[in-house]
């Protein structure tokens, strides 16, 4: 199980040979099964030290699988695995019951469930942040809400809301994507984001102002004083 007790620096990839090199920096591995060519044999051969975050999403939340029930049969067999400590699932499919069966076979084996939401418009106002989020955790370990950023402001609602979270013991995730949210993944877990996600090499990003792996455990680090 991955616990997401603290900060979580999770090597993002859909090439698990990448986890060697992710070591030095990263917590875990998330493991992008919807860009993985054979993601389920990839498993079977993995045999490195890193736990991972298995995340298989639907197009409409950036992913690149349309068939929904074939996506959640991926990453239902994912969550069976023992390296596997943590799956992520989107909100929508947990309050419709499709994402339920992932959950079950999930902590059947042990692992985190990480319920996500993305808004690739725009930053809900702080009481609709508040709601998203708390509706995530009423499915799942952690509530992961990544918005996009229009301007600076908006990471600043993301911040009261994180740290609001944190100060009850509630886990959850958040981020800012696009420019204007960059900073937001260095600055996020000063106050009690739970995960954050790099890929090793800058240009394999897979999300929009991602800093690579070494660049956030830099800044996160330097930033907490650790």
């Known amino acids: 199980m991955i616990p997401f007790d603290d900060f979580t620096l999770c090597a993002a990839t859909d090439d698990l040979a990448d986890e060697p090199r992710a070591r030095e920096h990263a ?4 493991f992008r099964l919807d860009h993985a060519d054979g993601p389920l044999d990839e498993l079977d051969a993995y045999s490195g030290d890193l736990p991972i975050l298995a995340t298989n999403p639907h197009v409409d939340e950036g992913g690149a699988v349309a068939d929904d029930a074939e996506r959640l049969d991926v990453l239902a067999a994912a969550a069976e695995y023992d390296a596997v400590g943590a799956v992520a699932i989107e909100l929508d499919a947990m309050r419709d019951g499709r994402g339920e069966r992932v959950a079950e076979a999930a902590r ?6 990480v319920v996500a939401a993305h808004d690739f418009e725009g930053t809900p106002l702080r009481q609709d ?6 509706n995530a955790l009423e ?3 952690v509530a992961k809400l990544a918005t996009t950023a229009i301007d600076r402001v908006d990471v600043l609602d993301l911040v009261t809301v994180t740290h609001e979270f944190d100060y009850e013991g509630e886990k959850v995730a958040t981020m800012a994507m696009g420019e204007a949210g960059r900073h937001s993944r260095a600055v996020l877990p000063l106050y009690g984001s739970r995960i954050g996600y790099a890929p090793v090499d800058p240009a394999d990003a897979t999300a929009p102002g991602q800093y690579d792996a070494a660049t956030l455990r830099r800044l996160v ?5 650790a």
Not at 27 to 30: F, K, S, T
């Open 27 to 30: 917590d875990a591995v998330e």
């Open 129 to 134: 942040l508040r709601g998203i989020l708390g």
């Open 221 to 225: 680090d330097d930033l907490s004083g």
């Open 108 to 113: 059947a084996n042990d692992a985190s469930v």
């Open 139 to 141: 499915y799942g370990d």
